[in-house]
C-alpha cells in the first residue's frame, strides 16, 4: 500500500496492539480508487484482513492472485472474441 500510494502507512497498524486501524486503512483504499482497479485493491484488501485468522499465508496469496490472473485472461478473451470473430468474417 505503501508503494501503491506513494504514501506512509505508519497510521493503519497499531503495532503496540497489533491491530489494524479500520477508519485509516479505509482512507487508503479510498485514495487507491483513484488510481487502481478494484481487482488490486481488492487484492490488497484481502492481505489486510482485520482478524489474523483471515488473512492468507503465502500460498493462499498465490492461490488467490492465480484466480486473479485465470479470471482476466478469461474476460480478455470474453471481450477480444466476437471482434476476433468479425475480423476472420470480413
Avoid: W
Avoid at 497510521?11 to 489494524?20: A, G, K, S, T
Amino acid at each position: 500500500m505503501h508503494t501503491a500510494l506513494l504514501d506512509n502507512c505508519d497510521d493503519i497498524f497499531n503495532y503496540e496492539e497489533m491491530v489494524f486501524l479500520t477508519k485509516n486503512l479505509e482512507k487508503k483504499f479510498e485514495m487507491m480508487r483513484e488510481f487502481y482497479s478494484s481487482t488490486f485493491i481488492n487484492f490488497i484488501r484481502h492481505m489486510t484482513q482485520e482478524r489474523e485468522e483471515d488473512r492468507s499465508d503465502f500460498v493462499g496469496l498465490s492461490d488467490h492472485l492465480d484466480q486473479i490472473l485465470k479470471m482476466n485472461k478469461d474476460d480478455v478473451f470474453y471481450f477480444l472474441f466476437p471482434y476476433f470473430v468479425i475480423f476472420l468474417y470480413f
